[in-house]
């Protein structure tokens, strides 16, 4: 059995916020112990504003889920010395990042932090630019099972619902995410298409994502803002995206490139809702930009559906507005 509080304070050195434990079989039945893990995105250099060109939501401008990942791999290697060694690591440990468990429910449950009415989670009360993650250890952890309080740290702050562009947040905790612009950045087809009655007003010219309602929350104040050198974290992509000319003429792949490493360039995030959304932020102000991938869209080697996608959402957008399209 291990202690746990050797684990929090290795997790403290490693740069992860904080780290709770639950123990459980309900969940997995190959592990024992889950740790839940959070890691800061404050970073100095991180605070471009929503309305600049090309906006890329600060969550992901670097890929802070493969630095989580190193950074428990870091934990899970000094849990395993801590043991007589007899299993072999991947059988003492697991990383679960963005997988089938339930981040945030995890983190409630094992007193990481409390939810707030934007539907995320507050971490050591400090608000929420935080990435979760978990590690699943198989191994006992001693330590005194304590009760866990949910604290309301929001109060009678509203600031979060009363600043949704969309109308996502309602009251009560409430969320309707298929009108979330940070959910439908990365959807294709019906999902993104029938809601654009809601998407184009608030759109303006970003690229990926909204934080408007983690950017507003007083309670990030009390997290300290974390110095680096940007380029240095893994999957860096700056905080905006400006495509340079060769994007007018669309290649299968090239988005993708331009993302490499990081959390855009995977695959459960399409190239087509990247061209997509690179069309939608030249929309308003930069027309001629979506006339020219209109037209070099046949000739492109994209799929056929792709092709058929890409065209659609141009002629809806041209319902907004008088792009003229020959
Ligand atoms: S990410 Fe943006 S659109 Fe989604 S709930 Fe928050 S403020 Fe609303
Ligand atoms: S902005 Fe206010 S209501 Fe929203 S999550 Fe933060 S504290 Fe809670």
């Known amino acids: 059995m291990i202690s746990n509080s050797n684990i929090i304070e290795k997790a403290k050195e490693l740069g992860l916020e904080k780290i709770a434990f639950l123990h459980t079989t309900e969940l997995t039945n190959d592990f024992k112990v889950i740790i839940s893990a959070s890691l800061s995105y404050n970073y100095n250099w991180n605070n471009e504003s929503e309305s ?24 899970g290697d000094f849990i395993y010395q801590q043991t007589e060694m007899t299993m072999k690591k991947n059988e003492l440990y697991h990383i679960s990042i963005n997988s089938n468990l339930n981040d945030k429910q995890i983190a409630l449950q094992s007193g990481l932090g409390n939810i707030l009415n934007n539907s995320l989670i507050s ?8 990435v979760l993650g978990n590690l699943l250890i198989n191994e006992d952890v001693d330590m005194c099972d304590s009760v866990i309080h949910q604290v309301n740290e929001c109060g009678s702050c509203h600031l979060c619902i009363d600043s949704c562009p969309t109308g996502a947040l ?6 309707d995410k298929s009108i979330c612009l940070q959910h439908l950045s990365s959807q294709i087809g019906d999902e993104f298409d029938s809601k654009l009655d809601y998407i184009i007003p608030h759109w303006n010219e970003r690229f990926f994502g909204c934080t408007r309602c983690v950017d507003v929350c007083p309670l990030n104040n009390k997290n300290q803002q974390i110095e680096c050198i940007a380029h240095e974290l893994p999957g860096y992509i700056g905080t905006v995206f400006t495509a340079d000319d060769c994007l007018k003429t669309i290649k ?19 190239e087509v809702a990247l061209i997509r959304n690179y069309i939608l932020m030249n929309f308003k102000n930069n027309k001629s930009i979506c006339m020219e991938m209109y037209n070099s869209i046949d000739k492109s080697d ?23 399209i020959k």
């Open 52 to 75: 600049a060109f090309g906006y890329i939501a600060r969550y992901t401008t670097a890929n802070f889920y493969k630095l989580l990942r190193i950074k428990l791999k870091a934990l």
């Open 123 to 130: 971490v050591n009360h400090k608000g929420c630019k935080f």
């Open 170 to 175: 309602k009251e009560n905790r409430l969320f």
């Open 252 to 270: 299968k792949g090239e988005f993708k490139k331009k993302f490499t490493g990081n959390q855009l360039g995977a695959n459960w995030i399409p």
């Open 302 to 324: 994209l799929d056929t559906a792709e092709k058929k996608y890409l065209k659609k959402i141009i002629l809806l957008l041209k319902n907004y507005d008088d792009i003229s």
